[in-house]
């Protein structure tokens, strides 16, 4: 079945560094990907849809500079957390749909743990 | 949440037993959706039930979906200690740009004990 790839899986970083997480389709062309946060035993709040060859739409209240979103291919979609803080340490998951299928398939996650 | 609340917020049972996990959601929807999330895991699609369904079943899962109510139900028959995870609801766009959107409800934990 279809594969979607998160990487890292686990990241720690000092503060006050950027982090970048990568979610790759790995046997299909996703022209639109979604990215996540999830803090222990909460749920998952969209952060933002990720749009191939656009600028990304932000969901109300994350911050567009502090989260920079890439989707340079119809393959991957990439997160900077920049400049990150202790707050921000999270599991951020991302999911991509399918151009084709319209088939939606969630990564496994990413671990940030800024220190 | 984005998207609604659940109950319970932990459920904890015997192997065996029914899981009995509800829903509820703020807006209008098309479908709703129930994932499972195991301990720092991705999410794994279980069900989607459209707004003109009442219920579904999938295997051992039976999902109901009361559109006045605005929430659904997630059953889980004859439980497995590999059921243990957390279960979620989500709803969001279906069409054009909005399609796989999604807004997720609080989750249930639900611990399955052998």
């Known amino acids: 079945g279809a594969v979607v790839s998160q990487h890292p899986s686990r990241v720690i970083c000092k503060s006050g560094t950027s982090v970048k997480i990568e979610c790759r389709s790995l046997?299909?062309?996703?022209?639109?990907m979604f990215w996540y946060r999830q803090f222990p035993k909460q749920s998952l709040m969209l952060m933002a849809t990720?749009?191939?060859?656009?600028?990304?739409?932000?969901e109300q209240g994350v911050e567009k500079d502090k989260f920079l979103i890439n989707h340079a291919s119809l393959t991957l979609s990439t997160l900077t957390v920049t400049s990150a803080h202790p707050e921000d340490s999270s599991f951020y998951i991302c999911?991509?749909?399918?151009?084709?299928?319209?088939?939606?398939?969630f990564g496994e996650g990413s671990r940030l743990t800024v220190l | 949440s984005q998207q609604g609340e659940e109950d319970p917020q932990a459920l904890s049972i015997q192997e065996g037993e029914n899981a009995t996990m509800n829903c509820s959601y703020k807006?209008?929807?098309?479908?709703l959706q129930w994932y499972r999330q195991n301990s720092g895991r991705g999410l794994v699609h279980l069900i989607l039930i459209r707004s003109n369904e009442r219920e579904k079943h999938s295997g051992r899962l039976r999902v109901t979906l009361d559109t006045s109510k605005k929430s659904s139900s997630l059953l889980i028959t004859a439980s497995r200690a590999a059921d243990t995870a957390s279960y979620f609801c989500?709803?969001?766009?279906?069409?054009?740009?909005?399609?796989?959107?999604?807004?997720f409800g609080r989750g249930t934990q639900l611990t399955v004990w052998p």
């Open positions: 990720s749009n191939e060859g656009s600028k990304a739409t932000y």
């Open positions: 046997d299909f062309q996703a022209t639109t």
């Open positions: 999911s991509a749909r399918d151009g084709v299928t319209g088939e939606l398939f």
């Open positions: 989500a709803t969001g766009g279906s069409r054009g740009s909005t399609l796989g959107r999604l807004y």
């Open positions: 807006t209008s929807i098309n479908n």
